[in-house]
Nanobody
């Protein structure tokens, strides 16, 4: 059973930074995609950034390009989302998710992911 556990959320002022972590275990597939998603109050869940273990391709939503960076450890046991220059509109519950995949990523589609973490709250406010 795949398990994902997020951590690192919190309250930060606009312009500040946070690093989210997602500890992953239980993979049975040779290749998979891992993504960071977020859901703000009253809004649909959206893809923030996704990476493929098949070819290393990475996707970033336009709203976070240049501010957020997706990284991982060598064993793909933990993935990270470094979030810089945070804005109030980045406030949301952030989720880590994964699914088996033998292709690269072009986007992060919520419906394509099978396993999800419990989420971690990020609040950007004065």
């Amino acid at each position: 059973q795949v398990q994902l556990v997020e951590s690192g959320g919190g309250l930060v002022q606009p312009g500040g930074s946070l690093r989210l972590s997602c500890a992953a275990s239980g993979f049975t597939s040779d290749y998979y995609v891992i993504g960071w998603f977020r859901q703000a109050p009253g809004k649909d869940r959206e893809g923030v950034s996704c990476i493929s273990s098949f070819d290393g391709s990475t996707y970033y939503a336009e709203s976070v390009k240049g501010r957020f960076t997706f990284s991982r450890d060598n064993a793909w046991n933990t993935v990270y989302l470094q979030m810089n220059s945070l804005k109030p509109e980045d406030t949301a519950v952030y989720y880590c998710a994964t699914t088996p995949s033998w292709i690269g990523v072009r986007e992060c589609e919520v419906d394509e992911y099978d396993w999800w973490g419990q989420g971690t709250q990020v609040t950007v406010s004065l």
